[in-house]
């Protein structure tokens, strides 16, 4: 584990998913609080033929056109969630659902194809399915780098916008606000953050980076600005410490390592949850019988005095 630190490779894949689990944190916020928990998987999923057709098209193994076919293909995939929803009685998980088949399904399709093709078996796509952490270079950590900055900062400027449209639409399009734009430009914001974590820990594991952070800090505060910052934190440590065991242990992949994390983060919060945790909970329903039972026993306490002496007088008359 002393490679962490020695080891330069090893650095590169420290920072790269300590930022992802940051970025995916921050707006995986907006994503859960707005009941789209369902979106990360689904762009994940669509993402799969936008990366087969760029690299079918340009016959190169690179990740900045993968992001572009990837970008492109969620896009699409928001589109055509959109506009089931809008013009069919099928609400937004169903929809999200149906896109989700059919585009991986295609992905799977372009994939086998591309396996059996001229362009041969070391293609080393099919490492997008669950991701591969430790083939992530420099260029890999600018560009997530450059995409945890561009994330950041669209949500702190859009703050109060993201905010309005989570909690009441209604009342952000009587304020004047164009809700459809917002809506839009947070997908495109998942989107983003999905395809860049996509190499790290997969497209069938990158939706739980997007969502397991978020769900997590809502165990801690009910501040939203708060919930935004630990969920990022979370992802960032999760990230951290992902890396950490697997660089002390042979054969154990970084990505799924970071999801656990995740996920063991998520159960810590569910107990020891100031407000909201199981722990907390029992521990208040203990003080409150505690206090139901002295309440009562001081108010009981002067009638039985009372009662004993009018028995008493009753006795010696």
Known sequence: MLNLFTDPNLQWILIGSMLLGLSTGVIGTFAYLRKQSLIGDTLAHAALPGICIAFMLTGVKSVGYFMIGAIVAGMIATVGISWITRHSR??????????????????????????????????????????????????????????????????????????????????????????????????WLVTVAVVVGIQAVGVVLVAALLITPAVSARYWTDRLGVMTVLSGLFGALSGAIGTWISAGTDQLPTGPLSVLTASALFVASVLFGPRRGIVAKIVRRYSAKKEWAAENGAESLPESKTGSSVKDREVSA
């Open 90 to 187: 099928i609400k937004q998980d169903a929809a999200m659902g149906i896109v989700l088949s059919v585009f991986f399904g295609l992905g799977i399709v372009l994939l086998t194809q591309i396996q059996h093709s001229s362009y041969g078996n070391q293609s080393g796509l099919d490492k997008f399915l669950f991701g591969q952490a430790a083939s992530m270079t420099a260029s890999d950590v600018y560009t997530m780098t450059g995409v945890a900055v561009l994330l950041i900062v669209a949500c702190a400027l859009l703050f109060k916008e993201f905010k309005l449209i989570s909690f009441d639409s209604g009342y952000a399009r009587g304020l004047g606000f164009s809700v459809t734009a917002l809506e839009q430009l947070l997908l």
